[in-house]
């Protein structure tokens, strides 16, 4: 089993609609999570930071953390073609050296 | 700017030569990254340094050697380049707490030919 797991896509969406993204991790000591975001050629970018169960909002993107399901996802309100990228779960190990640990990404098209 | 930043961005080379990929934070944070990506996009941790002692050596060929001069800086030299490494190496920083998410450099594509 990956350490952290994400369906790969491509995930396809008309414009305006919600993009749902999720991730799931094997971990159950891990505490905190990431959603980051990489446009091809580009470097990824931190765009979520969630550490409680629950739901985190920030402007249209929402996170969703359930740690005993050990699950976290991406919802993307009224997505834009600007969203089109390939979105990256992050999750902290146990282990407080750091390390972050990638899924392999989810690649999210918007089209208009 | 304050950002990590990292050299060159492009590299392209032969088998068995020797490159270097250099990387420089002022974001004033204690712990440095070097992860991996191959063309499946997949991000793979190689080495982490904390305040210049090296805390994180995954799995990794020692052909690859970092080095660290101090807490700002991050170097990764790669001896007899190998058909494999051809992947995209990103250097990141972050405070190194459990929390506390990385920010990464633009990233080197390297071509081993």
């Known amino acids: 089993q990956k350490e952290v797991e994400q369906n790969s896509g491509p995930l396809s969406v008309p414009e305006g609609a919600i993009a749902s993204l999720n991730c799931t991790y094997s971990d159950r000591g891990s505490q905190s999570f990431f959603w980051y975001r990489q446009y091809s050629g580009k470097s990824p970018e931190l765009i979520m930071s969630i550490y409680s169960n629950g739901d985190k909002e920030d402007g249209r993107f929402t996170a969703q953390l359930n740690k005993a399901s050990q699950y976290v996802s991406l919802l993307i309100r009224d997505s834009q073609p600007s969203d089109s990228a390939t979105y990256l779960c992050?999750?902290?190990?146990?282990?407080?050296?750091?390390?972050?640990?990638f899924g392999q990404g989810t690649t999210l098209q918007v089209k208009p | 700017d304050t950002a990590v930043s990292q050299t060159p961005k492009y590299l392209v080379t032969q088998m068995g030569n020797d490159k270097s990929i250099k990387c420089e934070q002022n974001?004033?944070?204690?712990?440095m990254y070097w992860y991996k990506q191959d063309s499946k996009k997949f991000l793979k941790i190689m080495f982490s340094y904390n305040n210049k002692e090296l805390i994180i050596n995954e799995t990794v060929p020692n052909r690859f050697s970092p080095k660290s001069p101090d807490k700002a800086h991050l170097n990764l030299h790669i001896n007899s380049l190998e058909l494999g490494d051809s992947a995209v190496y990103f250097c990141?920083?972050?405070?190194?707490?459990?929390?506390?998410?990385?920010?990464f450099g633009n990233g080197t594509r390297l071509t081993v030919t």
């Open positions: 990141a920083s972050s405070s190194g707490t459990e929390n506390s998410p990385l920010h």
């Open positions: 974001l004033g944070h204690d712990t």
């Open positions: 992050a999750v902290h190990g146990s282990s407080n050296t750091g390390k972050l640990i």
